[in-house]
């Protein structure tokens, strides 16, 4: 099936550093791949929307210069968080889309990454 | 915009069946799916419904009515490793040609007793 690693599991860093967080697709080419955070309790929030070979789009109240995304291929994108504070602290999941479609077992193709889980001290 | 109403915890023993709901407020309807996650773990995929009527799945069965916006994931005979968050999902509406993401509800945590 449909697999999606993501790199590093758990972080921490101090506050000031940058984070560099990885989503490969393993065995599918995803054209789209979407970044959310979960904060303790609470939702998963898109953060931002990737396209390969394009900028990509943040939903708003999202810093695009704190939260730098590269999807430069069609298995890998990757989110770095610039200048990490405390509060930047959370978990972080990514998702891919099968350009393929998918199938229904997994919602048409909307893959999730394991997840980073990102402490900033 | 679109929004998604599910109750924020439901308890429930060993053995039980446990019904969770969902309504929706969308622009577009793409299906409605829904998703567990344990602490520290990501989301899982458990069901997925584009049309009305009862999708079962093992001990997970969902239903969609679309008329009502509204649907509900049902869990039977539960066991303890079930006590999890469970959310519903739908897909936000494409544009731009840009596939469309996933917007979540704020989720139910389920807590299953001996």
């Known amino acids: 099936g449909a697999v999606v690693s993501q790199h590093p599991s758990w972080v921490i860093c101090k506050s000031g550093t940058s984070v560099k967080i990885e989503c490969r697709s393993l065995?599918?080419?995803?054209?789209?791949m979407f970044w959310y955070r979960q904060f303790p309790k609470q939702s998963l929030m898109l953060m931002a929307t990737?396209?390969?070979?394009?900028?990509?789009?943040?939903e708003q109240g999202v810093e695009k210069d704190k939260f730098l995304i590269n999807h430069a291929s069609l298995t890998l994108s990757t989110l770095t968080v610039t200048s990490a504070h405390p509060e930047d602290s959370s978990f972080y999941i990514c998702?891919?889309?099968?350009?393929?479609?998918?199938?229904?077992?997994?919602?048409?193709?909307?893959?999730f990454g394991s997840g980073t889980r990102l402490t900033v001290v | 915009g679109q929004s998604l109403e599910q109750p924020s915890e439901v308890t429930a023993v060993e053995g039980a069946i446990v019904q969770i709901n969902c309504t929706y407020q969308?622009?577009?309807?793409?299906?409605l799916s829904w998703y567990q996650q344990h602490d520290g773990g990501a989301p899982t995929f458990l069901s997925y419904?584009?049309?009305?009527g009862l999708e079962e799945t093992g001990r997970f069965s969902s239903f969609l009515s679309r008329s009502d916006s509204y649907g509900y994931l049902l869990l039977q005979e539960l066991q303890m490793k079930d006590s999890a968050s469970y959310f519903c999902?739908?897909?936000?509406?494409?544009?731009?040609?840009?596939?469309?993401?996933?917007?979540f509800g704020k989720g139910t945590k389920l807590s299953v007793k001996p």
């Open positions: 969308t622009s577009g309807f793409y299906g």
């Open positions: 419904n584009a049309l009305d």
């Open positions: 999902a739908v897909r936000a509406r494409n544009y731009g040609g840009s596939q469309g993401n996933l917007i």
């Open positions: 065995d599918f080419q995803a054209t789209t």
């Open positions: 998702s891919a889309r099968d350009t393929a479609g998918g199938t229904k077992e997994t919602f048409y193709g909307y893959t």
């Open positions: 990737s396209n390969e070979g394009s900028k990509a789009t943040y």
